[in-house]
């Protein structure tokens, strides 16, 4: 059974920093693409950043420059570095594995964590 544990929100002040973690299992991790999402109340959830199996790096305009994607496979476990956090970035960042389709949909992806809570406030 696969499961994916994220991990590492919580709340902070605009210009602050936050590191997240995923915590994969019951997968093959090494040759799975990995993804963050992440869903504002009263908004649909979106692409935050990708990871390949072998490493390339995809972000939303929205976050990149400020966000990092990486991942260590011996670990099974991918992060999401986030720094200068803006009041918009507050949200519930998910954790997902690619199965097929286009990178930058939820459909896209087969295997979803449980969502760790991200807010940016003053």
């Known amino acids: 059974q696969v499961q994916l544990v994220e991990s590492g929100g919580g709340l902070v002040q605009p210009g602050a920093s936050l590191r997240l973690s995923c915590a994969a299992s019951g997968l093959t991790f090494s040759t799975y693409d990995m993804a963050w999402f992440r869903q504002a109340p009263g908004k649909e959830r979106e692409f935050v950043s990708a990871i390949t199996w072998s490493g390339n790096l995809y972000y939303a305009a929205s976050v990149k420059g400020r966000f990092t994607i990486s991942r260590d496979n011996a670990k099974n476990t991918v992060f999401l570095q986030m720094n200068s956090l803006k009041p918009e970035d507050t949200a519930v960042y998910y954790c997902?594995?690619?199965?097929?389709?286009?990178?930058?949909?939820?459909?896209?992806?087969?295997?979803w964590g449980q969502g760790t809570q991200v807010t940016i406030s003053s």
């Open positions: 997902a594995a690619f199965t097929g389709g286009s990178r930058y949909s939820t459909n896209s992806y087969g295997d």
